[in-house]
């Protein structure tokens, strides 16, 4: 039952002023016990809004980022899982699935979050899931067009994970849902 | 089966036959309501497993797994049930509610019985205590989870294991009543043809003899021991309902406790229902519209209050309302007072009685729906309560102040014996019962009367005696108000005059003794480093009291006694040996300081052996009289200026006890009354030369207690206390230590009353320098002495040393002092 946040690309305040309200809304302290942010925060602000979600935080740097001490990846363990964190800017094509697997394979990760592409996917593969959260502020990109803002929280329980992603579209909340099972190795 | 009636009795209570004595959980189970009383065992397995059914389901609804869709549906609403969202339906939202309630509770379970914690603090046990208050809590929001919950159900839960564990012991003895004996049989065993085998029929044989050469054995279940014989019947796994019927089993203990505490907080329909207790506003029985605590703690001070008037108008005139303790004790049950033995021989008593509401003979309240405690068992809560207060009726009486009684109740004494107490508790009963009914309207007023008498409190309480017997006044609120303004402003003068501008007084004795301090002073120098202490205090207390500069007591006396005023005076600060340095600007400092001091050391000086009592009583004297003056700095300060003392160890003692006392900031400019300290002046000094005895300081201080306490009498304690400190100079050392109790924290409550933040502030200086003192006195003594013999010994003492054994039980006093001061 570990809730673990998964965000990135804010990108404020050079394209976004904040989180949309609704997120912030939903994003109380006590709840969630992991922070997982791919980068592009891109100010010290951010960096601390985000930890009072949460103590533990998890930040690897991105191309904007202001504070140069984050490292390129990042790699934890949650419950049974192994997760990895990456930018994404550094995996070429950017967004391309086979590159970001090989990131995967690189790292021996079972879950692996990038950002960068600004727009949500969550890929499964033999080797395991490859998730972007997209731009938790909806901040522009120039390789995607008609940006929302989104998230991701991830329930790890056991050998289980549930993926839940928090989109704004048109101003609502929508909320998914993917089922990740990891079979034992 | 056939029922089976048993009558067995309590080992320890006489009189009492239960049908399963020894088993409480099945006693308090049948007492609490939740199993039926009638005899048939099969009809008690039926309502417990009906129980047990009720309470597995309540427990599956409520304890939410969040992955289990609601509803057993597929696709739930995502926007209402992810992890982040708001709405409170969701399921998470619940679990995060019940986690946060979790986390409550965990905190007090880990405090639960740490004595007790084999059984306790294991695991299970947790678990056990976590889940059964979790979901009452749950499905009892109204309540929510408060704080003494959870030792209402330990001890539930407690017998529940206590009797699984002798159903085991029994168990072992007689298994074979136990166990099926086809169960557990290969398949040739089972076969009779089998077993009347001629080939194995002679080792059966063996066998068999070897079963009669035990004779404790029971070849049928009737021979048993009925009590043996019911623990059988209620625990056989294929009696009524099976597995889910045995009465006496360790898997289904945590319904049963479940049980048993709702039965217990709800009351069962009956009157007396715990939950009340934890309620802090009245519920819509009540009619008098106080929260159940108060209205059951007015029913039982009532009831003491007939049975023994002089003890209740003594605990009502100090002020110590019933609640203050009475709130712990009924919440638990009496759990906090005593251990959990004796606590289950109390609550078998209490059980025993019946819940059922009385019926009210008397009809004149239309809404007379009785209070809290109106039926048998409430009364018999209540006579208990009256009997716990009555076995302490001696040391309650021979206080004088709220706080040591409130002490003496809440730390109740473990060696009390039980009986009598549940005796006595028995005999009141019936009274409590007629009390309850016929005096709803009476308590209504006393509580009425008692709301009023908080704020009147600290002032003589001629209201508070009265009242329980008055019919309810309809007097305006701001009759109250006013009444309360008016003493308060009286009051206010005393107080003024106890705490503050004791330096003027100080002063104004100095100017008039100070012929006396000089021959005296030089007689009494006996050990060098003494003085240096006490110049170091005196420095400390004048540097604490901080008072203006004087230069008039460049006149006084000998530097001797300046230096003492000094040490004294500064009370917290360190005492360095650079006392004498910081004489002359200390002297210039108090002008109003150093004379009490040198006042109070002049009387001190002269009788070596407890002057300073006789200070301490003319300073409670200048108490009583001048309103101007700040009396309890100064009270202190008399004392620690009597034990200024110059060199006899026991002033030094007393001395220095006084002065942390006095540390007080004389935050306004002295207002001197000076006419009243003439007065008490003339009376202080004749009392100082005529008293000759150790305990007198405690006598002061005991004054000094008293003269807070009674604020508007105590214009002329002056001439009374001078008078009684003359009289009593035959006290013995033991009896002024309890009056020094007594008085310590009657200053502690008579500075409690105030309501001047300045003198809580000063206060609290006050304390803080006392510990300081403290340290330089026992400092000073493990200099002088090797051996610091026990304050208690003081008595024994009293001959030998006594100049230690003042300072040490001084140092004992201030330790009080400051406790009922850090308290405040």
Redesign the interface.
């Known amino acids: 039952m570990v809730?673990v946040l998964a965000l990135g690309d804010l990108h404020v305040p050079h394209r976004a002023p904040d989180l949309p309200a609704k997120f912030k809304?939903?994003?109380?302290p006590?709840?969630i016990q992991h922070i997982i942010c791919t980068g592009n925060l891109c100010i010290k602000e951010v960096h601390d809004y985000l930890r009072t979600l949460c103590p533990d935080l998890h930040i690897t740097r991105g191309e904007y980022d202001e504070d140069p001490r984050y490292p390129e990846t990042k790699t934890l363990t949650i419950g049974q899982f192994k997760l990895g964190i990456c930018h994404g800017h550094q995996v070429i094509p950017w967004g391309d699935l086979d590159s970001l697997a090989m990131l995967q394979r690189q790292l021996d990760v079972d879950i692996l979050v990038t950002g960068h592409t600004h727009q949500f996917t969550a890929y499964k593969h033999e080797a395991g899931v490859v998730i972007n959260p997209g731009s938790a502020t909806g901040a522009f990109s120039s390789i995607t067009y008609d940006v929302n803002p989104s998230f991701v929280?991830m329930?790890i329980?056991g050998l289980r994970v549930?993926v839940?992603v928090?989109e704004l579209i048109d101003g609502e909340?929508?909320?998914?849902?993917i089922d990740f099972k990891k079979t034992t190795t | 089966m056939s029922s089976v009636p048993i009558e067995s009795t309590m080992p320890e209570n006489c009189g009492i036959s239960r049908r399963f004595g020894d088993l409480r959980g099945v006693q308090w189970r049948l007492d609490l309501g939740i199993l039926p009383s009638s005899s048939s065992i099969d009809h008690l397995r039926r309502v417990t497993a009906n129980s047990r059914r009720r309470y597995a389901a309540l427990r599956r609804q409520l304890l939410v797994d969040p992955?289990v869709p609601k509803d057993g549906s597929n696709s739930p609403d995502?926007?209402m049930d992810?992890?982040?969202?708001?709405s409170p339906d969701s399921m998470w939202g619940r679990f995060?509610r019940n986690a946060e309630l979790e986390r409550m509770l965990d905190q007090d379970l880990t405090r639960l019985y740490p004595e007790r914690g084999s059984y306790f603090q294991t695991s299970e046990c947790q678990a056990m205590l976590r889940r059964v208050l979790l979901l009452w809590c749950l499905s009892h929001p109204e309540y929510g989870y408060r704080q003494g919950m959870h030792e209402l159900l330990a001890p539930l839960l407690y017998v529940l294991h206590v009797d699984v564990e002798r159903l085991s012991e029994v168990r072992k003895v007689h298994e074979d009543h136990f166990a099926d004996k086809f169960d557990g049989f290969s398949f040739h065993e089972n076969d009779l043809t089998y077993k009347f085998d001629f080939k194995k029929f002679s080792e059966s044989l063996e066998s068999e003899n070897g079963f009669q050469k035990s004779p404790a054995k029971a070849s049928s279940l009737n021979d048993l021991d009925p009590e043996i014989q019911t623990i059988v019947l209620l625990s056989d796994a294929y009696g009524a309902e099976g597995e889910l019927g045995i009465v006496l089993s360790d898997k289904f203990m945590e319904h049963d406790a479940y049980s048993m505490f709702d039965a217990l907080m709800n009351g069962a329909g009956g009157a007396v229902s715990m939950a009340e207790f934890f309620s802090p506003s009245p519920f819509g029985n009540s009619h008098t519209g106080f929260a159940p605590v108060i209205e059951a703690s007015a029913a039982f001070y009532h009831l003491l209050s007939i049975v023994e008037s002089s003890l209740h108008t003594h605990l009502v005139e100090l002020g110590v309302e019933p609640q203050y303790f009475s709130l712990r004790w009924l919440r638990v049950l009496f759990g906090r007072e005593f251990s959990l033995e004796d606590l289950l021989v109390i609550w078998d008593e209490i059980f025993a009685h019946d819940n059922t509401k009385s019926k009210k003979p008397v009809t004149n309240d239309p809404d007379s729906n009785s209070g809290v405690l109106d039926s048998e068992r409430g009364a018999f809560i209540s006579a208990f309560a009256v009997s716990m207060i009555l076995s302490l009726r001696s040391s309650l009486l021979a206080t004088e102040n709220a706080t040591s009684c409130l002490q003496r109740l809440l730390n109740f004494p473990d060696d009390v014996n039980l009986m009598k107490l549940i005796e006595k508790a028995k005999s009141l009963q019936s009274l409590a019962l007629e009390s309850n009914n016929s005096n709803s309207l009476l308590i209504h007023s006393s509580l009425y009367d008692g709301k009023k008498s908080v704020i009147n409190r600290g002032h003589s309480l001629p209201i508070d005696s009265t009242s329980p017997r008055t019919p309810l006044k309809t007097v305006p609120e701001s009759y109250w108000e006013e009444k309360w303004r008016v003493l308060h402003k009286e009051q206010e003068e005393q107080v003024p005059s106890i705490r503050k501008r004791w330096s003027e007084r100080v002063k104004l004795r100095l100017s008039r003794t100070e012929s006396d301090p000089s021959p005296s002073n030089k007689n009494e120098i006996t050990k060098t480093p003494k003085p240096s202490v006490r110049r170091s205090l005196l420095e400390d207390l004048e540097r604490s009291l901080g008072s203006d500069e004087d230069k008039d007591t460049a006149h006084h006396d000998p530097i001797e006694v300046n230096e003492q005023d000094v040490a004294d005076e500064k009370v917290g600060e360190e005492n360095s040996p650079k006392i004498l340095d910081t004489k002359s600007p200390v002297r210039g400092n108090k002008e109003e300081n150093s004379p009490k001091f040198l006042d109070r050391q002049s009387p001190a000086r002269g009788n070596n052996e407890g002057n300073s009592p006789k200070f301490l009583e003319s300073k409670s004297s200048f108490r009583g009289n001048s309103e101007d003056h700040e009396n309890d700095p100064e009270s202190s300060s008399v004392a620690s200026n009597s034990s200024i003392d110059g060199n006899d160890a026991e002033s030094s003692g007393t001395n220095q006890e006084c002065s942390p006392l006095p540390v007080s900031d004389p935050p306004d400019g002295p207002s001197l009354n000076y006419t009243q300290n003439d007065d008490s002046v003339g009376k202080f000094a004749k009392g100082l030369k005529e008293k000759k005895i150790l305990s007198g300081k405690f006598q002061w201080l005991w004054k000094f207690g008293r003269n807070g306490n009674e604020g508007t009498s105590d214009r002329s304690g002056a001439a009374e206390d001078a008078k009684a400190c003359n009289g009593e100079s035959g006290e013995k050392i033991v009896d002024g230590f309890k009056t020094v109790d007594a008085c310590d924290s009657s200053c502690g409550t008579s500075k409690g009353e105030m309501d001047n933040q300045d003198l809580m502030v000063s206060l609290r200086d006050l304390g803080q320098s006392m510990l300081e003192n403290i340290q330089v006195i026992e400092s000073v003594f493990q200099q002088d002495r090797g051996k610091i013999g026990p304050s208690e010994n003081f008595s024994k003492n009293g001959l030998v040393g006594e100049g230690q054994v003042t300072a040490l039980t001084a140092l004992k006093e201030l330790r009080k002092i400051s406790n009922i001061l850090s308290e405040m």
């Open positions: 809730l809304s939903m994003l109380v006590g709840k929280l329930d329980d549930v839940y928090y909340v929508k909320v998914d849902k | 992955h995502l926007i992810n992890p982040l969202s708001q995060f």
